[in-house]
């Protein structure tokens, strides 16, 4: 572990890190037991829980670096809403399985790229989990990649699912690339990239693969969501008191 910079930015964007992978975690786990098929509702547990343990590490690299003494249990369960920093797009409902594949590449895709330039980070602790995270994020790109081209080039309802989902998704990723106060003074202190970076390279990614599933990408309009800023949606209120009930019912309970 490594405390080399414990600014509220430095905080701030680990936070970041560890509550994309929860909140998407959460996201995926709601697919157990209702996938369309038994291969992909194992595939999909198993990827919840890879995203969760990627939390887990992150949350706890968070507490760390902040000193108040909050673990992961703390900040997973027992902040409120608008202190959460993850983005929208994360915490959007499910809707079917189609708009799962499609969320699970666009995002992915980024958090591969993302994972790439961390294992550089002057932040050794995050280095590591970087290290460790890519893995995940790679297999996680091909398993939503290979299922987008297979709705987007499917059958004619495949394809318009596909491609509804696309349309609804697309605006949420133009939050990944919003510049922020926090991402300037992290970048400068070579903890982690501006995200804005990232633009250019991830739609190098995404693109061939649309095109291949046969998807108009729509045209990006001034649309932006602020969930990395700690303005969510309606959704995110929901998707808490489910994750948080146990805690908040019982605070401190130990099994």
């Known amino acids: 572990m490594t405390q080399q910079m414990t600014s509220p930015e430095h905080i701030e964007y680990v936070l970041r890190l560890g509550d994309n992978a929860l909140i998407l975690g959460q996201r995926l786990s709601e697919w157990c037991g209702h996938a369309p098929v038994l291969e992909e509702d194992m595939a999909l547990a198993n990827m919840s829980l890879d995203l969760i343990g990627q939390a887990r590490m992150l949350l706890t690299h968070a507490g760390r670096l902040e000193g108040r003494g909050r673990d992961e249990d703390q900040l997973a369960f027992l902040r409120t809403e608008p202190n959460y920093r993850n983005l929208t797009l994360c915490e959007l409902p499910n809707q079917d399985f189609a708009r799962t594949m499609v969320r699970n590449f666009l995002y992915s895709s980024f958090q591969k790229l993302l994972w790439e330039r961390l294992m550089t980070s002057s932040d050794a602790e995050l280095a590591a989990i970087a290290a460790k995270s890519i893995k995940e994020a790679r297999y996680h790109a091909q398993h939503a990649g290979d299922w987008v081209i ?22 949420y990723t133009a939050e990944f690339f919003v510049t922020t106060p926090v991402d300037d003074t992290v970048a400068a202190a070579g ?62 309970a130990q099994w």
């Open 150 to 171: 297979r709705l987007g080039d499917g059958t004619a309802e495949s394809h318009a699912r596909a491609q509804g989902a696309l349309d609804y998704l697309w605006p």
């Open 191 to 252: 903890v982690g990239p501006a995200w804005s970076e990232l633009e250019t390279a991830w739609e190098a990614l995404v693109m061939p693969v649309l095109a291949e599933a046969t998807l108009t990408v729509p045209a990006r309009t001034p649309f932006r969501s602020y969930g990395k800023f700690g303005r969510h949606s309606e959704h995110m209120g929901h998707l808490l008191a489910e994750m948080q009930i146990m805690q908040r019912t019982y605070p401190g």
